[in-house]
């Protein structure tokens, strides 16, 4: 679609005070021509040109190979990074879904990483890994 410009709204003012029953002197005439109104009107009418031969010529942007293999290697290495993260989150919470899991090692490692995280709880913490550990010997 073709976006089309009414050049004679953007001038409405420069017309008022052309159209006014006043009387001008040539001069004055000739500021208004050349004032700040004509500039206005050239300025819209090359911007206005530059958008329509943008729009005949229908461009398209194609990727550019170095780009892609760019985040193809941010996503490799995310791969690994994402890893890690799963590594770092610990809670109580997900001990206790470990636990009801029954997936004990993992829920023993976590209740040890949380120990080392919150030491004011590590007897807590052991304590629930003894208790643990006792279930997974039956």
Known sequence: M???????????????QVSSSDERTFLDWLSICKGEGAIKWQKIKKQQSVIDKFIQSEPKIQPVKGVLN??????????????????MIVSETLANIYYQQKKFSLCIE???????L?????????????KIEKEQEL
Request: net charge negative.
């Open 118 to 130: 919150y030491p004011e709880k590590s007897a807590y913490f052991a304590s629930q890994i003894k």
């Open 2 to 16: 073709i976006a089309t410009y009414n050049i004679e709204e953007a001038f409405k003012e420069d017309v008022k």
């Open 110 to 116: 976590t209740y040890r990483k949380l120990s080392l």
């Open 70 to 87: 760019e985040i193809r290697d941010f996503d490799a290495e995310n791969k690994s990074t994402k890893k890690e993260i799963a590594e």
